[in-house]
Every structure is written in C-alpha cells, then in structure tokens.
C-alpha cells in the first residue's frame, strides 16, 4: 500500500507529525473546556433524544475520538448535538415508547443505520448531496421539532402525568385540560433555572451558564420541602460493547428516517466544518468528513452511543480556545469519562425539572427568528418551503418534514428554471461608448428583421417549451435571431434538439438562428455531433461579428425604406 493510500485510508497520520509538546499543551486546555461545556449538554440533548442522560454521555465520549481520527477537520468536534437529538427522538418514537428499554435499542440500531449511510456516501463521493437540502428546509425543521422539545418538556416543567406516546395536539390537550393539576414546585424550579441561565450568560459569557444554571437549581431543589422527581443517578462506568438486536422489520422500516437523520448530520457537519476551516486557513475533504461522522456513528452505536453530529458550540469553543490538532477532540472524551467516574452520582439531586428548564431554553435557541422574519419579507417561495416543513414536522413526522422539504424546494427550482428570463438587446450609447443593452430599461428601438436576445437561464428539458414558445411569437415578427449565450450556464441533449429545431423552422421561412458568446461548456456540448447540423457559420465569438455577418442576409428593400438604423452597418451605402 502506497504511503498516499495509507493516509487516505488512516487520515490521523496526515496530522499525527504536527503532535508536540506544544500543541499537547494547547489541545489539552482546550479538550478540558469542551469536556466542561458537553457535560450538561450530553444529559440534555439526550433527554431530548428521548433516552436516558447516560447515553448522551455514552456519545461524548466515544463519537468524537473515531470522528476526529478519521475525519479531515483539525477544530471539529462531533457528539450529541440538539439537530441530530431531535432527529433521533421523532424517527424512533414513531416506532417505540420514549423511555422504554425497546426505545433505546432501536435509537441504537438507528445510529448504526445512519452511520452507514453516511460512511457509504463518503466513499460513493456523494458529498454535494447535501446541498439540496436548503437552509429554508432546516429553518423549519429545526423551528417545528424546537416547539415538539417545548412540547415533551411540559410534563417536567408542570409535574402533570401526560401519556406516554402522546401526540403534539394531545399533549397541549392534557396539559390544558389538567391545568388544576399543574405542580407550582416544578414551575418554579424549571422557570427559575432559565431565569438563572440567561442571567449568568448576560452577566459573563465566558461561563458554562448552562452548567452554573443546574448547580443552583439542584441545591434549590434539594431546600424544597416536597419531593419532586430527579433525574436519578447516572452510572459511572463506560460504556460497553453491544450490538442492538433488532429484526430485518424494524431495520427495513428505520430505514427512510436512518436517511433523513443522516442527511441531517452531514449537512451539520458541513457547515459546521467549512465555516471554521474559514478561520482557520485549512483544507477540507468533506467527503472524509463524511467518511469519518458515518464511522463515528458505526462504532458508536456499538458502544450505547446514540446518532451524533458535528457540534457548532464546542468546535467553535475548540477553535477559539487555542486547538491545534484534532488531538483536543480526543482529550475532551478522554476527560468527560474520568470526570464521569465522579460526577455521575450527583445526577441523583438533579431535579427533572431543572432538566426541563434548560431543555426548553435549548429549544428556543434554536429557532432562527432573524432569518425567517427575514425570509418572509423577501421570498415567498422559500417562506412557503419553510412553513410547510414546519407544519409537517409538528403534525406528519420527521421523515415527511425534511422530504416535503426538499421536493417543494426542487419544485420552485424547477419552476423558476422552466420560465426562463428572455432579455431582448439592441445597441446603445453610454458616455461615448456603444453598448447591447436591455431594451426594456433603455427604451432603445429595434431592428424590424434581426432580434438579438438574451437567455438568462440554461437550455434544459424543463425549459425547452417555454423557450420554443417565445421563439415561435418571435418569429412572427422577426426572420433573424441571434442568441447571446453568456447567460446559458447549462445545455442538455434536449436544449439542444430545440435548437435545431428552431434552426430548420426559420430557415424554411427565410431567416435563421446564430449565437454568440456561448460559455465553454456549452460550446464543448454542441461539438459533440450538434454544431455541424446547426451550422457552424452561424456560430460567433461576439455580437460584432455576429450582426456583420447576418446584415449581409437581411432584407435589402427593408432595409432600404427602415428608418431606425439601429447598427454601424446600417449607415453604409447600400447596393
């Protein structure tokens, strides 16, 4: 195996030379402030995921060390994060009761699933996948499942016993209706401990808020005379090796919701990873990123891990604290399980709703209010992608949500694309210089035989009807037409057909069709066996050449009584 092979296959020893007592230093400070910071967020995002704190934990520890060996970024830090917890819990509450031991098998099962996408379309080179899922789809995913947090949080916050399994309308339903019941222990103990963490955070950033928040809450907690629920004890050992049993049924049915959560983690770990290596001056492989996540989640789930991603917190607090080699990631985990050995105890004076609170101010943190405000003011499309996922996520599920999504986005593009903007052009003359210019904003006449237009889309089997619709009215008019190509970025086999089509029609009627500044890839599509049924006389470099060769075709009588003379060709002598 050649040594360029060897670092393909094992990444860590394109960074492993840079490790030294230096970077150790820095990675080692910088690993204990995020092992600091993921504590309270691992038994938070966990309970969001539906499972119990430990295995958000579980996932600190294990999922960034394989992330960060097998990944390309030096500052990303994988684990559990709120996208990829919300995720988990509406894919797998669909096909278990949160809480119970088959809930947590099959949110391992489905992690081993996810990570198996992930790591395939690593290897498949399928990275820029994920692009098709828009910021507008996200938006709205990640707004609704916000409120389905709120929603699974209430009967923390309010004591009340709603039903496990419980829908959104039914959930609200029984807290509405139970109100009497309602426990203003646990109100005041979950609203205190938001009030408590927005006051730190306002008061020094630099502080883990969320972690400062709990300790007060649970020392308040413990002064309460009533008893209240607690989140219970978190065992202290690690992890064990366990492969989730599951049936060929249930893995079969996980299957579209394995993909929506793995399309979902990567598109995380893509933004996530571009907008640090922005900072950091480095270069990515995102389809190793994909390669080192889908592997992170394999041996994960093999190790009570549950499906995790790249977290935007902790690798921007990795970054900023001084990381200089993936080895932080490591040193982080590293710390989490030795200060697990100590801390998990103490889990047992932690009340739920403490919990409840800080989930619920994870929630509202999670929805963009600036961009959707934003994005309803300014497109009416991507606003309706968004509420519709919203909507979908609240009422028809995770897997629904995010391709409802993603096929209404298509749909737009495709609509815009079919309807291409058509520009016609004629000279004009700005501070001394002759310009094509848009007719429509000069107000420029035209020649009566030749039109010169613009396309400002690309000849695609989507768009061939519209644009042989406008040529047809046009050339009812006019005989000549020239297309100036800059604006075509794309030409399929079917944009083409059209215009030989198109051509041939025009000719059989006197005129003919030519085109000029054509961008390479279209020129290098039309070589192939079309530009010699076009013509390749009616192919030009520019507008120029292109309007002195075809005057030289035009009508002479029409020419001879026009009164426009729009062209440098028109004032010469006519024969």
């Known amino acids: 195996m050649s040594t ?19 970077t150790l230093r820095f990675d080692f400070l910088a690993g204990l402030t995020g092992a600091v910071v993921v504590l309270p967020q691992g038994v938070a995002f966990a309970m969001i ?14 999922t960034p060390v394989v992330a960060a060996l097998f990944g390309s970024s030096y500052h990303l830090v994988s684990g559990p994060t709120t996208t990829t917890s919300i995720a988990v819990f509406a894919a797998v509450s669909t096909l278990a009761i949160p809480g119970t031991d088959s809930f947590v098998t099959t949110a391992l099962g489905l992690t081993m699933i996810v990570g198996l996408i992930q790591f395939s379309m690593g290897i498949a080179r399928l990275g820029s996948l994920v692009n098709f899922v ?29 039903p496990a399994g419980a829908t959104f309308i039914q959930s609200w ?27 730190i955070k306002k008061l020094k950033w630099s502080l ?22 607690m989140v219970g004890e978190i065992p202290s050992g690690l992890p064990a090796f366990r492969i989730p049993g599951l049936s060929y049924e249930t893995v079969t049915s996980m299957v579209p919701a394995a993909f929506a959560v793995a399309m979902l983690g990567l598109i995380e770990v893509t933004s996530i990873s571009r907008s640090i290596a922005i900072l950091s001056k480095q270069r990515l492989d995102s389809n190793q990123e994909f390669i080192g996540l889908g592997l992170s989640n394999i041996v994960g789930g093999m190790f009570s891990c549950y499906a995790g991603s790249g977290s935007f917190t902790r690798s921007g607090l990795n970054y900023t604290a001084g990381a200089r080699t993936p080895m932080a990631a490591i040193f982080a985990s590293i710390l989490v399980m030795a200060i697990m050995m ?10 739920m709703a403490t919990m409840g609170g800080i989930i619920m101010l994870v929630a509202y943190q999670l929805i963009d209010f600036h961009y959707i405000l934003h994005l309803t003011q300014t497109s009416r499309s991507d606003a309706i992608v968004l509420i519709v996922t919203f909507i979908s996520t609240l009422f028809l599920g995770l897997v629904f949500a995010i391709f409802s999504g993603i096929i209404l986005s298509l749909y737009f593009y495709l609509r815009k694309t079919s309807k291409p903007k058509i520009v016609a052009l004629a000279p004009h003359t700005i501070n001394g210089k002759r310009k094509l210019l848009n007719t429509s904003v000069h107000g420029q006449a035209t020649c009566p035989q030749l039109e ?29 037409i020239l297309i100036a190509g800059s604006g075509i970025n794309f030409i399929d086999s079917s944009g083409a057909e059209l215009l030989l089509s198109e051509s041939e029609r025009l000719k059989s009627i006197g005129g003919g069709l030519y085109y000029c500044r054509l961008k390479k890839p279209v020129r290098d599509f039309l070589d192939k066996g079309f530009k010699e049924r076009l013509g390749s006389e009616n192919f030009f470099l520019n507008e120029q050449e292109a309007i002195a060769a075809i005057f030289l075709k035009l009508d002479k009588g029409i020419c001879a009584s026009c009164q426009v003379r729009v062209f440098h060709e028109c004032q010469s002598p006519r024969s």
Do not use: C
């Open 452 to 480: 010169i237009i613009r396309i400002d889309e690309s000849l695609f089997f989507g768009s061939v009807e519209n644009i042989r619709s406008f040529l047809h009215d046009l050339s009812a008019v006019k005989k000549h």
């Open 173 to 199: 339903s029984y807290t509405f209706t139970h109100g009497q019941e309602i426990n203003l222990t646990t109100v005041t103990l979950g609203f205190g401990t938001i009030l408590a963490a927005v006051l």
């Open 49 to 62: 995921a539906g499972l119990p704190p430990v295995y958000g934990l579980y996932t600190a520890m294990v």
């Open 208 to 229: 883990p808020y969320f972690l400062i928040a709990m300790i007060l809450s649970a020392v308040a907690g413990s002064l309460l005379p009533n008893a209240i629920p």
């Open 342 to 351: 100590f801390v998990g105890p103490f889990a047992a004076y932690l009340p």
């Open 134 to 162: 828009s910021r507008s789809v996200i938006t709205g995913y990640t707004a609704g499942a916000a409120i389905l947090i709120v929603t699974n949080q209430i009967k923390h916050l309010t004591g009340l016993s709603v």
């Open 4 to 22: 360029l092979t060897t670092r393909k296959v094992f990444p860590f020893l394109q960074w492993l030379p840079l490790v030294n007592r230096v």
